[in-house]
Nanobody
């Protein structure tokens, strides 16, 4: 069975940090470009960050720049999103997605991604 899965969501106070992790089953992430997306209640899904298969290139959406860091460990086949200085506006379901390195470069276009996780909820509240 082929799927990817997010973990690390939860409740955090404003100004706090969370680290999300993306893992896979049935295939390994090291050959894939990976993106993080989020969807807040009543809003469209938006691209947060992407990282290419080697980790050499990253791209961030405007809401993530300066606060979030995407990274990967290809020995452990994981991709992480370190989120700092979180605010209530960051409350959303966060999704990990993967696409073959041969199909696209680093991108925040969700229509280009092949595999999606079910999402992990992040709540930022005092």
């Amino acid at each position: 069975q082929v799927y990817i899965e997010e973990s690390g969501g939860g409740l955090v106070h404003p100004g706090g940090s969370l680290r999300l992790t993306c893992t896979s089953s049935g295939f390994t992430l090291d050959a894939y470009n990976v993106g993080w997306f989020r969807q807040a209640p009543g809003k469209e899904r938006e691209g947060i960050a992407c990282i290419i298969h080697s980790g050499a290139v990253t791209e961030y959406g405007n809401s993530a720049k300066g606060r979030f860091i995407i990274s990967r460990n290809n020995l452990e086949y994981t991709v992480s999103l370190q989120m700092n200085n979180l605010g209530p506006e960051d409350t959303a379901i966060y999704f990990c997605a993967a696409v073959s390195q041969y199909k696209t470069a680093c991108t925040l276009r969700e229509d280009l991604f092949e595999f999606w996780g079910a999402g992990t909820q992040v709540n930022v509240s005092s």
